[in-house]
Nanobody, 123 residues
Framework: QVQLVESGGGLVQAGGSLRLSCAASGRTFSSYAMGWFRQAPGKEREFVAA????????YYADSVKGRFTIARDNAKNTVYLQMNSLKPEDTAVYYC????????????????WGQGTQVTVSS
């Protein structure tokens, strides 16, 4: 079993940056691909980005491509989401989750989830 804890959320002005972290427990972290999702009030959970087990391959939603970067440090059991050029529409609770293939964008294929961290972008 894997436990995930997100951090790094907060309030930022449009155009600003934040870096989210997701710390995982357990010795099997490096065997999982990892993803980030977000959910705004009244909306479905939306795929943001994913990274394969080694960090060499990544996959992004079109809405964040060129602005967000996902990376992982297996020595620290941590996956990151660097968010630049933030927009008010990026406001949501951000979740990290585990999966077996980094090219999955449906939450159905993700098993372990963190509790989420709030990101609010003011205009």
């Amino acid at each position: 079993q894997v436990q995930l804890v997100e951090s790094g959320g907060g309030l930022v002005q449009a155009g600003g940056s934040l870096r989210l972290s997701c710390a995982a427990s357990g010795r099997t972290f490096s065997s999982y691909a990892m993803g980030w999702f977000r959910q705004a009030p009244g909306k479905e959970r939306e795929f943001v980005a994913a990274v394969n087990w080694s960090g060499a391959s990544t996959y992004y939603a079109d809405s964040v491509k060129g602005r967000f970067t996902i990376a992982r440090d297996n020595a620290k059991n941590t996956v990151y989401l660097q968010m630049n050029s933030l927009k008010p529409e990026d406001t949501a609770v951000y979740y990290c989750a585990t999966t077996v293939n980094y090219y999955y964008s449906s939450p159905t294929y993700y098993n372990y989830w963190g509790q989420g961290t709030q990101v609010t972008v003011s205009s």
